[in-house]
């Protein structure tokens, strides 16, 4: 663009190609003006109110360009928080406020004032009024706001292992484009670039980077009509699967809570209200990212349209659908709804979210990020399990064909996050009752070969049409919505459909028996029971013939691990068992039953499954993969590979000490969590019948330190016996469990002493004299770099799963 352009007319010509109406000559939002050879954005605001208030708007943030780590997560097409942003004019300047809509007071003038004024808002600019026309209209220059670090890109490069120090924003090397304006009848889309300075970028930032002392962002802006009136709020409910947006309201009566929660929800109207079924006045649509490469971006539609399906079955009719992004359309336009595909350096997380109104919880913007590099881990997996050679083979195990399923499911998954629901991770155990779980795949035998034939469903289930009844299906004109939505929360719970979300179900400590990620199946037990199974097959079969013509035989590494630890997420669920609670959420009088201990068998079941996971014969690695798995490489390191590997003896040499090491602390990590261990001993106190923490030391005692044969064994006990002590040290132990666990290591140390012969004696009088001095095994164990690290399950480093989300 040339000179000075105004943009009232602009919005026909820019939306050219794209797929939404346009109405010629509409209204824009705001008059903007551009002069491109000043920088300058100008726009005119309406004549302040009463208030001094010259408009408000949804304002959000996005990412058009990224910075391509997962570990620093600033993904293209991300977005910063939504704000209420006020432009208010004070003598000479313009101040643009955002708005705290978190706190409020719902009554009359007085009490709604002392709501507004007794919390800060935030003055982010003290804009110069270029000219006022004599209406009262401002017209000011809206470049100087749109280069602060409104996302929070400085925090994000500082903060974190892998960030950098010092990082800050570079006012001279930072400038709105003029030339990016897009205004419509209800947005205004900006582009601003943004540059980040620092003398100690840090590693991660120095692979990326073509000077990582200097990064560009373009930074896109959106200023939004606020919505209108009618838009009827979800009342949250802990019952429903559905997001909230939480605020206090210190004017609601005495006898009700002051914090207050709506679920996050589009505007879904029906055409006609009273009918059981009716067309939308506006349905949802979801736009696939066309970075995404093909055939990955059709799986991504076809995997969004799941859940066309759940929509329609509440009587809402073309309610929902997933389109390919049209040519030419701009994803960070806030009237897409985007699901996003971005390219990083190493694996990172998929996630979905939005823009919502902080007031209401309507979401305006559906907004998803894949990951790309995903795809690629699930391909490493199945090709370990069933053969590089099955891939593009048309097969019903095809790991490309998997893959793809995994991704329409992927798709799904974060789509339901932006459409305004929550993980629940209890799916799994009632037969993939949803996506909203972290599906592990289901691997199934047939005639003693793995089979992926069903690895992953093709679509939703009974908690997804649930949720989306409750969410979206409004009762006919007359009947409380939110009391509709409650008898609905009860029905489902009656029919015995689980939920269990992240507070409950992320963390491997947690106690609910129904709640884990990326388990498949109804009985923890024989889930691992069966994995097990699996990863035995899978490592006899392990060689050569998991790797494509041509791939490196160093690639070997890379693809045993997840093969090694096939059985990491069954550990844990079964974990999840011992010192278990089976409970449920729920809301007073809808009498459902009180939580319970998980019954003793089950407990002693799962320490029995779970010790056969510290056995040397689980953790031998076969005498014929070590030389094979000691297959050397060169050329320039690489990230993606040095993460997936385990621990070598120098070089390329393979350990198979470190992979019996490695897989040992998985297990050892579940059983002896501090927070395991405390419920445990709670629990036998009050129910002697129920195990306690000495039954559980005197069965992995026995499992692991009482039957070492050989160095896997000694490596298993050494494992175990540093893991107790350990947990003596940790901050979170309970003190009774301390001394239990302080006194098992004095005995187990006393009886060791006594020695042996050969290599088993030079072990046990070693370990024994570690056991003895306190400061001696404190610093052993200090030493980071003698515990073998697990490799990377889900995507960010660290946590332990494979498949991410």
Do not use: C
Request: neutral net charge; aromatic residues 8%.
């Amino acid at each position: 663009m040339r000179g000075t352009i105004w943009a009232k007319a602009i919005g026909a010509i820019l939306l050219t190609g794209y797929s939404l109406p346009v109405v010629a000559q509409q209204t824009v939002l705001l008059p903007v003006k551009t002069l491109p050879t000043e920088g300058r954005i100008l726009i005119t605001l309406p004549a302040p109110d009463g208030d001094g208030v010259s408009g408000r708007f949804l304002y959000a943030t996005s990412l058009r360009t990224g910075l391509g780590s997962a570990n620093l997560r600033l993904d293209r097409g991300m977005l910063g928080p939504e704000q209420i942003v006020a432009f208010r004019r004070v003598g000479r300047k313009l101040a643009v406020t955002f708005e705290n809509h978190q706190f409020r007071a719902t009554g009359d003038a007085g009490v709604a004032a002392g709501g507004r004024t007794s919390f800060p808002t935030t003055i982010v600019a003290m804009l110069d009024i270029v000219s006022t026309d004599p209406g009262g209209a401002l017209t000011v220059d809206l470049a100087p706001f749109l280069t602060r670090d409104t996302m929070g890109i400085a925090d994000a490069l500082n903060t974190g292992p892998a960030a950098g120090k010092g990082f800050r924003l570079v006012d001279s090397l930072s400038a709105a484009d003029p030339a990016s304006v897009k205004v419509f009848p209800d947005n205004i889309e900006i582009d601003a670039l943004q540059t980040y300075q620092s003398d100690m970028p840090g590693r991660e930032v120095g692979r990326i980077a073509p000077d990582p002392r200097q990064l560009g962002f373009t930074v896109h802006h959106s200023f939004v009509r606020l919505p209108a009136p009618g838009f009827v709020p979800r009342r949250f409910d802990i019952r429903s699967g559905a997001g909230g947006n939480q605020y206090y309201d210190y004017g609601t009566p005495l006898g009700q809570d002051v914090v207050q929660q709506f679920a996050n929800r589009f505007r879904l109207e029906k055409v006609d209200p009273a009918a059981a079924r009716s067309r939308v006045k506006k349905p949802i649509v979801f736009y696939i990212d066309r970075a995404a490469p093909e055939p990955i971006r059709t799986a991504l539609k076809e995997g969004v349209n799941y859940w066309a399906a759940a929509f329609d079955k509440a009587g809402l009719v073309d309610a929902f659908r997933a389109e390919i992004l049209p040519e030419g359309a701009d994803p960070l336009d806030v009237r897409y709804n985007m699901v996003n595909w971005s390219n990083r350096l190493t694996r990172g997380w998929s996630y979905g979210g939005g823009i919502a109104d902080p007031r209401t919880g309507e979401i305006v913007k559906g907004n998803v990020v894949i990951g790309a590099l995903r795809v690629r881990q699930d391909m490493a997996i199945f090709e370990g399990l069933v053969g590089a050679g099955e891939s593009n083979s048309g097969s019903a195990s095809d790991p490309v064909r998997v893959s793809l399923d995994r991704i329409r499911q992927l798709g799904a998954h974060e789509v339901g996050h932006a459409i305004g629901f929550m993980h629940n991770f209890a799916g799994s155990t009632q037969n993939r009752s949803t996506v909203m779980d972290y599906p592990g795949p289901r691997i199934k035998l047939t005639d003693g070969r793995i089979d992926l034939s069903d690895a992953y469903a093709p679509g939703g289930g009974a908690w997804d049409d649930f949720t989306v009844d409750w969410l979206y299906a409004d009762p006919a004109p007359g009947r409380d919505p939110d009391a509709a939505a409650a008898t609905k929360a009860l029905a489902i719970q009656a029919k015995g459909v689980r939920f269990i979300t992240d507070i409950d179900g992320r963390a491997s400590d947690a106690p609910s028996p129904w709640g884990s990620m990326w388990d498949d199946g109804p009985d923890p037990v024989a889930s691992l029971n069966h994995m097990l199974t699996v990863r035995r097959l899978a490592i006899g079969r392990f060689g050569p013939r998991v790797l494509r013509p041509g791939e490196a035989l160093s690639d070997l590494r890379r693809k045993f691990v997840p093969v090694w630890l096939l059985h990491r997420y069954d550990v844990d669920a079964v974990g999840k068992l011992v010192g278990g609670i089976d409970y449920a959420y729920a809301v007073a009088g809808d009498n459902h039953p009180a939580p319970i201990p998980v019954p003793a068998a089950a407990q002693n079941a799962a320490i029995d499954a779970l010790l056969a996971t510290l056995s040397t014969e689980a953790l031998t690695v076969p005498a014929a993969l070590v030389m094979p798995l000691s297959s050397p490489m060169n050329g320039r390191s690489d990230v993606q590979f040095d993460q997936e590997v385990f621990r070598n003896a120098g070089a390329a040499a393979f350990d198979p000490l470190v992979a019996a090491d490695v897989a040992a602390q998985i297990t050892l990590d579940s059983l002896l969590a501090p927070a395991r261990l405390a419920r445990l001993y709670e629990q036998h106190r009050r129910d002697p019948g129920l195990p306690g923490v000495e039954t559980l030391l005197d069965r992995l005692a026995a499992a692991t330190i009482g039957s070492r044969r050989d160095a896997v064994g000694r490596r298993i006990a050494y494992r175990t016996l540093l893991s107790m002590a350990d947990a003596v040290q940790d901050e979170t132990i309970s003190p009774d469990v301390a001394a239990l666990l302080g006194d098992r290591l004095r005995t187990i140390g006393a009886t060791l002493g006594k020695g042996g012969t050969g290599e088993d004696g030079a072990w046990s009088r070693h370990v024994a004299g570690l056991l003895a001095d306190d400061d001696r095994l404190t610093r052993e164990l200090a030493k980071r770099q003698k515990v073998p690290a697990i490799p990377p399950g889900m995507p960010i480093g660290g946590d332990s799963g494979w498949f991410g989300d």
